[in-house]
T-cell receptor, first 114, second 111 residues
Framework: ETGVTQTPRHLVMGMTNKKSLKCEQH?????MYWYKQSAKKPLELMFV???????ENNSVPSRFSPECPNSSHLFLHLHTLQPEDSALYLC?????????????FGEGSRLTVL | DAKTTQPTSMDCAEGRAANLPCNHS???????VYWYRQIHSQGPQYIIH???NNETNEMASLIITEDRKSSTLILPHATLRDTAVYYC????????????FGAGTTVTVRA
């Protein structure tokens, strides 16, 4: 248990569906992240929110839409995805300006796009 | 532009120490060395970090060379549950929120 909870753990969706991934952190952190991990590839940073403001968007297609309503919750809204978007989506949180600043990751949401 | 270089894979025997090398020859003076690991199909887990002194915690030890161009993560008594991908990352602590993961080293602990 890392203090970062992701739901659902597994999701199968068609290319025309709209779904959302949810992340909740119970650590009192002020930054949250979405990473994507495709098969046999390194983790790719997608979005970063600091104090609920998006501070990083790594050229992610608009079919992925993040939302951070407060410092404890982060969503990734998905619409008209492609099969190549199938991957493990990982949420993380950290305390910016902390001495160590390590990231705490959730268990991930395994997405399959048919 | 990879900041670290790690071997692709390595095996080690259960109960023995596992020594994982990492080269970071272009590390800056204010960059820390971080280690994470990722057990299959789970999120990465923080292990340890250091600046220039050797560090030890309940999981591992980190040995950083005097010139800081390389480091070694030591798992003192490897168990089967230590089988994972280990990532060596350099970053500026507490004001750089970006953590760039490379391919890491796939460590397989064998009975």
């Amino acid at each position: 248990e890392t203090g970062v909870t992701q739901t659902p753990r597994h999701l199968v969706m068609g290319m025309t569906n709209k779904k959302s991934l949810k992340c909740e952190q119970h650590l009192g952190h002020n930054a949250m992240y979405w990473y994507k991990q495709s098969a046999k590839k390194p983790l790719e940073l997608m979005f970063v929110y600091s104090l609920e403001e998006r501070v990083e968007n790594n050229s992610v297609p608009s079919r992925f839409s993040p939302e951070c309503p407060n410092s404890s919750h982060l969503f990734l809204h998905l619409h008209t995805l492609q099969p190549e978007d199938s991957a493990l989506y990982l949420c993380a949180s950290s305390q910016l300006a902390a001495i160590t600043g390590e990231l705490f990751f959730g268990e991930g949401s395994r997405l399959t796009v048919l | 532009d990879a900041k670290t270089t790690q071997p692709t894979s390595m095996d080690c025997a259960e109960g023995r120490a596992a020594n994982l090398p990492c080269n970071h020859s272009t590390i800056s003076g204010n960059e820390y060395v971080y280690w994470y690991r990722q057990i299959h199909s789970q999120g990465p887990q923080y292990i340890i970090h250091g600046l220039k002194n050797n560090e030890t915690n309940e999981m591992a030890s980190l040995i950083i060379t005097e010139d800081r161009k390389s480091s070694t993560l030591i798992l003192p008594h490897a168990t089967l549950r230590d089988t994972a991908v280990y990532y060596c990352i350099v970053r500026v602590a507490n004001n750089d929120y970006k953590l760039s993961f490379g391919a890491g080293t796939t460590v397989t602990v064998r009975a």
